[in-house]
């Protein structure tokens, strides 16, 4: 597709239950970000994959909190153990960063994640 | 934290006025960014300053940028009932760990009245 595509749109789940969040990046942008946006706030940075790099985790707030990136493409992010604090709006991004810079960020449209 | 400090928090003026945002971030960066986000969901990039330069225009925006003070500001010019959204900067910086993040402030929403 043309654009950053996120899935599903939302989610509901119950707490405990594990959850996972699929972002498909733009073909050809090494640099994917994963975010986080609670109600009426900033974006909260998770995790960032670029290239063949170790990514940089230092994002996540707990160890429920899982992300890959298979093949340099797409990528999922994990949430084990749903608590509610968890609700929130997930966001992912891609670019065609390297190492030195950083270019503009595309975003998604974000999965809403409802922990009931 | 790297993440920028944005001025002011709500912003409320009317169509045809100019409105002026500002963002403080922490340190050294490659480029700062600003992006606009409609209804929370997916944020559009609107304009990129690299460190070395200090003022960009694109359409009725105006974007500067002072390196010594670490703050940035986005002026739109002629606003319109349609800018209404929330606006924020972002950094692109290189982390302790040596990689390069793309980190966002704290966003101002901006309300335009007819």
């Known amino acids: 597709g043309a654009g950053v595509s996120q899935s599903p749109s939302n989610k509901v789940t119950e707490k405990g239950k594990d959850v996972e969040l699929r972002c498909d990046p733009i073909s050809g942008h090494t640099a994917l970000y994963w975010y986080r946006q609670s109600l009426g706030q900033g974006l909260e940075f998770l995790i960032y994959?670029?290239?063949?790099?170790?990514?940089?985790k230092s994002g996540l707030p707990s160890d429920r909190f899982s992300a890959e990136r298979t093949g340099g493409s797409v990528s999922t992010l994990t949430i084990q153990r749903t608590q509610q604090e968890d609700s929130a709006v997930y966001l992912c991004?891609?670019?065609?960063?390297?190492?030195?810079?950083?270019?503009?960020?595309?975003f998604g449209q974000g999965t809403r994640l409802t922990v009931v | 934290s790297q993440q920028g400090e944005e001025d002011p928090q709500a912003l409320s003026i009317q169509e045809g006025e100019n409105a002026t945002m500002n963002c403080s971030y922490k340190?050294?960066?490659?480029?700062l960014q600003w992006y606009r986000q409609n209804s929370g969901r997916g944020l559009v990039h609107l304009i990129l300053?690299?460190?070395?330069?200090r003022e960009k225009h694109s359409g009725r925006l105006r974007v500067t940028l002072d390196t010594s003070k670490k703050s940035s500001s986005l002026l739109i010019t002629a606003s319109r009932a349609a800018d209404t959204a929330s606006y924020f900067c972002a950094t692109d910086w290189r982390s302790e760990g040596g990689g390069n993040k793309l980190t966002f402030g704290t966003g101002t929403q901006l309300k335009v009245e007819l």
């Open positions: 991004a891609s670019s065609l960063g390297t190492n030195t810079r950083l270019t503009e960020a595309f």
């Open positions: 300053i690299r460190s070395n330069e």
């Open positions: 994959f670029q290239g063949n790099s170790a990514p940089d």
């Open positions: 340190t050294s960066i490659n480029n």
